[in-house]
Nanobody, 119 residues
Framework: VQLQASGGGLVQAGGSLTLSCEAS????????MAWFRQAPGKEREFVAG????????SYADSVKGRFTISRDRAKSTVTLQMNSLKPEDTAVYYC?????????????WGQGTLVTVSS
């Protein structure tokens, strides 16, 4: 499995960015695709996830109403649309995938893309 993230950059507070993750190497039926982030000096945290089959989404409370995750099964991509960005959204963002089995870990990770939000 390969996950290739892109779209990070520098943006002012209140601005928007779109991250993309191109997934390859297997079929993702019954998988969850997600975005995590890790800010300097902090642990990696879940941001948003989407089920590959149905498109059910989930979000961290800190991004609800501002971020939107979606998947395009034909293009094998997962997109994170980030609006109303805040300086505290500054982090390296990673896409990841796991089986939908409840106990399965996120065991495939992309290389990360840096998002910097200036105040």
């Amino acid at each position: 499995v390969q996950l290739q993230a892109s779209g990070g950059g520098l943006v002012q507070a209140g601005g928007s960015l779109t991250l993309s993750c191109e997934a390859s190497g297997r079929t993702f039926t019954n998988y969850i695709m997600a975005w995590f982030r890790q800010a300097p000096g902090k642990e990696r945290e879940f941001v948003a996830g989407v089920t590959w089959n149905v498109g059910t989404t989930s979000y961290a409370d800190s991004v609800k109403g501002r971020f939107t995750i979606s998947r395009d099964r034909a293009k094998s991509t997962v997109t994170l649309q980030m609006n109303s960005l805040k300086p505290e959204d500054t982090a390296v963002y990673y896409c990841a995938t796991k089986s939908m089995a409840r106990s399965a870990p996120y065991n495939n990770w992309g290389q990360g893309t840096l998002v910097t939000v200036s105040s």
